[in-house]
């Protein structure tokens, strides 16, 4: 009995771990499947992650080859009304659909209703020769026929992509009243059309046989090359103190401290006064000329090289009459009038003969360490005038002083070509038309960039011309027309003998700290004037000096509008992407 129940309980136990052992077994296949499932899964979303990676490093590729197509390659397309259809307001295919179609306010009158954003665009009529493999039709017919030698046509692990790019265009319209914010986007024709066009890519990537697809969109814009508001500048501009001496003639610029405020002279330092210098009206400056001087017309322009202010009946001058009674009388600078703003000698921004700044008829700029961070004229010369920060006030005295660290300029020209340059001179490698240039930087140049000194002593010379070296203006000789102005960079020192129909910008090259030459502190700067006007110089158009100048006998700095609205034309656009305007949240 006993040897019995012993076998019994025996196999009950060889029982129970058999059964155990079966469960312990069906939990391990279960966890083992469960541990696959996982993996299959991680290994599932890892593809998915790689394969929208590749279409979004794909539709990328198609933002910037559509930019470099419209923008740089051909740009005439631009131009060209008669390949663009306006969006509808309610057409939601490609590309329009990709447009918001909230109302705004597109030109501030409000006699004019809304519209949307959608209804002021354009994209390229459909073309239905142009098919691109892997996408639809429907898309591929209003993308940009880009060449298919130059498009991927794999991503890295051989899988095939395809891809296009449609851009929506704005024609910007000048608006219809004074004061409206923002883009007005038209036809590109009628009296209300610029030159000025703002680009919006609709990207489209995808891989055939599969679901990875994604649409990017990017916005590209065109801006002057010339920051500044050119057409409102004063004749001279100078961040040192300008000596208006000789017989130095400044017409001023009727308009530039607003409407009916004329501006000659702008100075953050003193305008010093010897000699008998004026500033006039250009009324007074043509019409009451004295001896053999005869205006002419040239071009649609009056030109005058060696008129004078005050002269034969005129009314008095703006500043420093020179009539047979002086009226400059101590302090000498009781003789300018509302147009010079400057700091007069011995005062500050908030000092001067009266309180307050008060000098004269006029205030005092306010530009020096009191006014900081108020400054009324601006610290950097070039940023103010081509829109690249290149000097810094380090210490808050309302001028750079210090010059920014090199970046590196690579000749997109030549791989092997680069060097570090100061911010304003990789601005201009990339911008100029056309460089007389130091021998040691002739590698830097890009295809046709290359200029000689024939540039400074013709009047055929037109667009942007930077000066390295030897860039005096010869006496009897003119450079540019007013039909066709030219946009002179020179790096002083400087003298100019000669005439000149445009936009001068005397640039000081002082590293790393300036000034070393043509000072932009006060006092005299002779024999190293960064500027100096000699007898028989004219400008018609604008100066801008990075440092002194003086004038030294019969010269003129002659406002002309004409002049500067060609300079702007003449200046070109460039292109960039707006901030914030790339988007992936459209889909097709």
């Known amino acids: 009995m006993p040897v019995r129940r012993l076998c019994a309980s025996s196999r009950r136990q060889s029982g129970a771990v058999l059964f155990v052992a079966m469960v312990l077994l069906l939990l391990a296949a279960v966890i083992t499947a469960s541990a696959m499932n996982v993996g299959v899964y991680e290994q599932r979303s890892t593809g998915n992650d ?27 397309m631009l131009d060209n009304p008669a390949l663009w259809e306006r969006c509808a307001v309610d057409d939601e295919t490609f590309p329009c659909g990709a447009l918001s179609t909230v109302p705004f306010d597109d030109d501030g009158d409000p006699a004019t209703p809304a519209v949307t954003r959608r209804e002021t665009m354009y994209r390229l009529k459909a073309n239905n020769l142009n098919t691109i493999a892997g996408l639809d039709p429907e898309l591929s017919r209003f993308m940009l026929p880009l060449a298919s030698a130059s498009k991927i046509s794999a991503e890295g692990n051989g899988s095939t992509v395809a891809y296009g790019v449609a851009p929506l265009l704005c024609m910007v319209q000048r608006p219809k009243s004074v004061g409206a914010e923002g883009i007005v986007c038209g036809p590109g024709t009628g009296a209300g059309a610029t030159t000025v066009r703002v680009a919006t890519f609709v990207s489209v990537a995808k891989m055939p046989g599969e679901q990875a697809s994604t649409t990017l969109m990017q916005t590209v814009g065109q801006y002057p090359k010339l920051a500044g508001d050119v057409m409102n500048q004063p004749p001279i501009t100078t961040s040192g103190s300008a000596g208006v001496t000789g017989t130095l003639q400044v017409v001023t610029n009727p308009n530039a401290g607003g409407a009916g405020v004329p501006v000659s002279v702008w100075s953050r330092l003193n305008v010093d006064k010897t000699g008998t210098p004026n ?50 009388v101590a302090p ?28 004269g008829v006029n205030y005092n700029v306010r530009s020096d360490s009191l006014s900081y961070p108020l400054c009324e004229f601006p610290p950097d010369l070039f940023k103010f005038v081509f829109g690249v920060p290149t000097w810094d006030d380090t210490d808050h005295d309302c001028f750079g002083e210090t010059k920014r660290g090199a970046v590196f300029y690579q000749n997109p020209d030549n791989a092997a070509a680069g060097a570090a340059v100061g911010p304003d001179e990789a ?21 046709g960039q290359a200029g000689t000194a024939a540039l400074l002593a ?22 540019g027309t007013p039909s066709a102005p030219v946009i002179l960079i020179l790096d002083g020192p400087v003298q ?19 000034p070393q030459t043509g000072s932009s502190l006060a006092g005299n700067c002779a024999p190293d004037c960064m500027l100096q006007m000699e007898a028989g110089a004219a400008i018609y158009g604008a100066l801008v000096v990075q440092g002194q100048m003086k004038s030294n006998g019969t010269s003129a ?8 609205s060609g300079v702007v034309d003449e200046g070109g656009l460039t292109q960039a992407t707006l901030a914030g305007a790339w988007t992936d949240q459209r889909s097709y």
């Not at 007389?436 to 295809?447: F, R, S, T």
């Not at 445009?502 to 790393?512: E, L, S, W």
Request: proline share 2%.
């Open 50 to 76: 790689l394969r929208a990676k590749a279409v979004n490093e794909v539709a990328e590729a198609g933002l910037a080859q559509g930019f470099e197509y419209l923008m740089h390659q051909h740009v005439d």
């Open 279 to 328: 500033t006039c009206y250009a009324d007074e400056f043509f019409r009451y000329t004295q001896g053999s001087a005869t205006p002419t017309l040239y071009q649609g322009s009056i030109r005058c090289d060696n008129c004078q202010c005050d002269a034969n009946g005129a009314p008095h001058t703006l500043s420093y009459d020179s009539s047979g009674v002086d009226r400059c």
């Open 332 to 359: 000498t600078d009781a003789c300018e009038g509302i147009d010079v703003l400057d700091i007069d000698t011995g005062t500050n921004s908030t000092t001067g003969y009266q309180t307050g700044g008060h000098v």
């Open 427 to 447: 601005y201009l490698y990339k911008s100029a038309d056309k460089i007389i240039a130091k021998p040691a930087n002739a590698a830097l140049l890009k295809v």
């Open 458 to 479: 013709s009047s055929a010379t037109t667009g942007m011309i930077w000066c390295q070296q030897d860039c005096d203006i010869g006496a009897n000789t003119q450079v």
């Open 496 to 514: 100019i003998h000669g005439v000149i129909f445009g936009f001068v910008f005397v640039r000081d090259t002082g590293a790393p700290l300036r």
């Open 557 to 564: 700095v002659i406002y002309d509008h004409g002049v500067l």
